[in-house]
């Protein structure tokens, strides 16, 4: 959207993430700067570069192989493919052994995927990042209380120094794939898939804004942002700030026929604010230090967005559950697709009834 990030004021409180979703119950840093929004009880459909481009690093350098992948099917392959054509090749592929490594050694930098969420542009996250590591990583080396916002937000995702390491080199390889390869990739998609846009559009303004509006009201969300993303899958990417502002990531639909898919990942990412309570009511200390209830977070999301649509826009859960089948490589054919859903991602009694209800008392607020 080329808008400047948005800053609190001095001496307001730091923001807190409300909601965060799309990588098995991670946790977003409490404190963040705000990003830019849509004009007061508007959502939007919007794509952004450079959320694309820090995507898509992660998908060319990380393991893949969670129920609901990160990213779309193929686009490892499909990208190398079009590069390989264009006889590009980067830093990316001169670093790509040891910047893959680090996911091994540190499994939580999976959740820095959300690090763009929180800019306007790929020159300010670039920025930013650099700002952080100039200062180490150090609050009290901030000279401002924006400063200080940013280095608090780099450092829940890069709290040591060989995170830091990382994340220097990671900067300098997505900016050399930038300049060679992705900025030129990303312009010819977006050629490419302006009808499915233009379809996603007309199906959210002339019809499920409308239906949805009760629920992102009512959980904290009557403005906001839907970014149509080429590397992501059914997991999106969601992020809860300030002033009830929600921006939610989801993948980029490649023909008109596809556009519904959006309505089903969006689904899935603002069902999160009902989730994270259930689960959380429904799962004991001891379960919640074993990590068993952030192993149901996942299920959670894919039962709860289906739970949601059967209130919201019951002609969409046949497909909606149908999608999440195929992302989850789920064998259906025919038969009784919300069924199999159930089947594929399985949740106690207790969690499942709990996100009903929390639905129904979302939906039945003023």
Known sequence: MGARLRLLAAGAALIGVAGCTGLGG????????????????????????????????????????????????????????????????????????????????????????????????????????????????????????????????????????????????????????????????????????????????????????????????NSGADRGTILLSLPLNGEGRTVDVAQRTRLVAVGFPARPADAREAIFAFAHEVVSSVTSIAIADNTSPAEKRSGASDRYASAALVRGGEMLLQRVAPELADGYARYYLRAARVSFSSGDARAALAAAFPLPDVIRDAIQRQIDVVLGGI
């Not at 990208?79 to 050694?105: G, P």
């Not at 080396?141 to 995702?157: M, P």
């Open 26 to 217: 991670i946790p977003a840093p409490a404190a963040q700067p705000a990003p830019a929004s849509s004009p007061a009880g508007q959502w939007s459909v919007e794509t952004r570069e450079h959320v694309d481009l820090w995507l898509h690093g992660f998908a060319l350098l990380q393991a893949d192989s969670t129920r609901v992948p990160f990213f779309r099917f193929g686009y490892r392959d499909s990208v190398m493919a079009a590069r390989a054509r264009a006889n590009v090749t980067t830093m990316i592929d001169a670093n790509r052994d040891k910047l893959s490594a680090r996911f091994v050694a540190s499994p939580n930098l999976v959740s820095a995927q959300f690090i763009p969420l929180y800019f306007g542009t790929w020159e300010e996250t670039r920025q930013s990042a650099e700002l952080f590591l100039r200062t180490e990583g150090d609050v009290r080396a901030a000279g401002d209380l924006r400063s200080q916002q940013i280095i608090q937000l780099f450092a829940g995702y890069f709290p040591t120094q060989p995170d830091r390491e990382w994340l220097r080199l990671f900067l300098q390889a997505v900016e050399d794939e930038r300049v060679k390869f992705y900025g030129s990739y990303w312009r010819e998609q977006q050629q490419a898939r302006a009808a499915a846009r233009t379809s996603v559009d007309s199906l959210w303004l002339n019809g499920y804004r409308q239906r949805f509006a009760r629920f992102l009201n």
